[in-house]
């Protein structure tokens, strides 16, 4: 399993997000550095991200909201979600970033 993995779920119809893609990227100076990247399975789901262990630093994951929304007939206000966040702890093994998604909010928490 991937040391980053998400959720994504579609709050306005209370189903799994599936076929998101998202990208995992890294802060590297004053840029990013691609780490990996995944579409969300029928559950909602990345569990293949990227590697089973990452350095302590700045992180980011781009979900592609716009294509996805567009797939179902949908607009949406946010082409993208970016959730940036740290990694402070070299041994905690696993970091979950869920989503929930609508044409028109989101949240993310850290999840466990």
Same mark, same amino acid.
């Given at each position: 399993?991937?040391?980053?993995?998400?959720? /994504?779920?579609?709050?306005?119809?209370?189903? #799994?997000? =599936?076929?998101? =893609? /998202?990208?995992? !990227?890294?802060?590297?100076?004053?840029?990013?550095?691609?780490?990996?990247?995944?579409?969300?399975? =029928?559950?909602?789901?990345?569990?293949?991200?990227?590697?089973?262990?990452?350095?302590?630093?700045?992180?980011?994951?781009? *979900?592609?909201?716009?294509?996805? *929304?567009?797939?179902?007939?949908? !607009?949406? *206000?946010?082409?993208?979600?970016v959730? /940036?966040? =740290?990694?402070?702890?070299?041994d905690r093994?696993?970091?979950?970033? #869920?989503?929930?998604?609508? #044409?028109?909010?989101?949240?993310?928490?850290?999840?466990?």
């Amino acid at each position: 399993m991937s040391a980053v993995t998400t959720h /994504v779920l579609d709050a306005a119809t209370g189903t #799994p997000a =599936a076929g998101v =893609a /998202v990208v995992l !990227e890294r802060a590297v100076g004053n840029g990013w550095d691609r780490v990996g990247t995944a579409a969300t399975d =029928a559950d909602g789901r990345c569990g293949d991200l990227g590697p089973t262990a990452l350095a302590v630093g700045t992180y980011r994951l781009d *979900f592609a909201t716009a294509a996805w *929304f567009a797939a179902s007939g949908r !607009e949406t *206000f946010y082409p993208s979600v970016v959730v /940036v966040f =740290a990694i402070t702890d070299p041994d905690r093994a696993h970091h979950h970033v #869920p989503l929930l998604l609508s #044409p028109f909010a989101y949240t993310t928490y850290r999840g466990s």
